[in-house]
């Protein structure tokens, strides 16, 4: 095999892999999105059963910091203890546990009603109407999560396409 055999051969697998970059970094964005479904299940229900062992009031909100509240629950989410408060920066010793989320610019979830917390009563059930969170992945919904008034969490995952709108 002669030297000039092996640029043309890696030229052509290179050609060939810039071509499957762009499906492939849409299958990644869906992936991203099931784990970003299932890991707000597991928020949901955490915040939840930490109101009931706190017998105390518990919200979670998005956050990217992990000091205020944001409005893209792709990119991390906060635990606090709900005081009563709609200020925007929470006190350190509120915060009771924050996860990062994801960068992929591709990713989106927020919730229909436009509400940014979710607040759990100290028996765990959830106040006001339930929450909707829609997860959108490439544009195109993906999946939802909806924690009930009773404070129950189900997630269900798009079956066929439709566009998200922002």
Request: hydrophobic share 40%; aromatic share 4%.
């Amino acid at each position: 095999m002669t030297l000039l055999e092996l640029c043309v051969a890696l030229a052509i697998v290179a050609l060939l892999c810039l071509l499957a970059l762009p499906s492939f970094s849409t299958t990644l964005s869906r992936l991203r999105a099931d784990m970003l479904r299932m890991q707000l299940v597991s928020v949901f229900n955490s915040a939840r059963s930490t109101a009931i062992t706190r017998h105390e009031p518990v919200a979670v909100c998005p956050s990217q910091d992990g000091e205020r509240c944001g409005g893209d629950w792709s990119r991390g989410w906060l635990i606090f203890r709900d005081r009563g408060a709609n200020a925007d920066v929470l006190a350190p010793e509120d915060v009771l546990q924050f996860r990062t989320g994801y960068d992929d610019l591709l990713l989106h979830a927020a919730t229909s009603q436009g509400r940014q917390r979710l607040r759990f009563q100290r028996n765990g059930s959830s106040g006001g109407s339930p929450l909707t969170l829609v997860i959108c992945a490439g544009g195109l919904r993906h999946g939802q999560v909806v924690v009930n008034n009773v404070g129950r969490t189900r997630s269900t995952r798009q079956r066929e396409q439709a566009e998200c709108h922002r």
